[in-house]
């Protein structure tokens, strides 16, 4: 299996094919398989029309709770930067990410006390809210990444 950035588009409908199978995708945009599975590829060009997109999005919404290629085109938004902007520093890129991990395990210790809603598993809520965290520290990490392949913008 080749290797997808994590919080690229191929990543997005990775996860989309994985949640919602290659069929049920196939059929929310009335396109092949194979089609689907080129947008997942990160060596191709293909990728969805933004209607595909969004009814993709919306059936696996609809199912699991969010909507992976919608986070990554917010993504990209967010992280583009205004010509005055300057680049990341490393050391609030650092802190951000102690900030989301620390999140992170804060919901995990409150999803697993005997206060959560399910009190054994997690349940749809919880697993979202887990799922939101994790996008969180991916973001960060893609920003640290973006940081360190960047040496001649400096480490401030």
């Not at 009814?55 to 609809?62: E, G, I, N, S």
């Not at 902007?85 to 005997?114: D, H, R, Y």
């Amino acid at each position: 299996m080749k290797h997808r950035m994590p919080g690229s588009l191929s990543d997005a409908v990775t996860i989309l094919l994985a949640g919602l199978g290659e069929a049920r995708a196939s059929e929310v945009i009335s396109r092949t398989p194979s089609l689907i599975r080129k947008w997942s590829d990160p060596d191709s060009d293909h990728c969805p029309s933004v209607i595909q997109a969004l009814r993709l999005d919306l059936a696996f919404k609809q199912q699991e709770g969010y909507a992976p290629v919608y986070d990554f085109y917010k993504s990209v938004i967010d992280n583009t930067k205004s010509p005055e902007q300057k680049p990341p520093e490393i050391k609030n890129t650092a802190i951000q990410m102690s900030a989301a991990v620390g999140a992170l395990c804060n919901s995990v210790l409150k999803f697993t006390s005997e206060t959560s809603e399910s009190k054994q598993e997690l349940s749809q809520n919880e697993r979202v809210a887990l799922a939101a965290n994790y996008r969180d520290i991916v973001s960060i990490a893609a920003m640290l990444e973006k940081i360190l392949q960047q040496p001649e913008q400096g480490v401030n």
